[in-house]
């Protein structure tokens, strides 16, 4: 199998799965860090430039409804090219599309890590830090200037609720909608706020320094967003970051 990959997580998956089988990645694409140079770079997840990928003449190219443009994969399936589209919006739906994707890229078998990343999500460990708490709420910005968060829908927001932590504009009629800081700090105020290094990169000295005394986590914008290896290891890295958020 000859595959190009237009979603990071999905990178990740295929490689350590079936490797040898990318031959074109986008430039976001950061996991494993010994892809290679034989690996081909063809632009952005939303800007992925389709001539180079055609002529890569791959068997198959796997896709994200949410990270791709229907426009880029309607010009590969005009190109002849075998466009397999994913939609994750769940954590159980994350793991029937990996198993999907794996296959289809020619895994002999199903892979250890999606057994161990199952094993994690069956009964994931609590992070709350104090007895008798059992849940939160809080605000889940992705990005800023403008202040943006997670809606309704999404897989980021699906994880975070098994991990105890309820998103705050779950039932927003927008999946990424624009807040007014004003009413964030509100929203905000009797839970917490998650702060994700990716799309954005918040850290220690931006972003928490808008929520003064709102207990604040920094986490790992891969263990929150992306599906694939990392889900193993996610709800021990998120909820290490929830409870230190608290001390």
Known sequence: MRVISLV???TEAVAVTVPGALVGVTDWCSHPADLGDDVVRIGGTK???VERIVALAPDLVVANEEENREPDLAALREAGIEVLLTEVRDVPQAFRELERVVTACGASARPRWLDEAETAWSAPERWWPTAGEGRTTAVVPIWRRPWMVLGRDTFAGDVLARLGVDNAYADHAERYPRIPMEELRATAAPGMVVLPDEPYRFTAEDGPEA???VPCALVSGRHLT???PSLAE?????GEALRAAHR
């Open 234 to 238: 996610a709800p021990r890295v998120l």
């Open 211 to 213: 929520f003064e005394g």
């Open 8 to 10: 990071p997580s999905l």
């Open 47 to 49: 800007n992925p430039k």
């Open 226 to 228: 992306w599906y694939g």
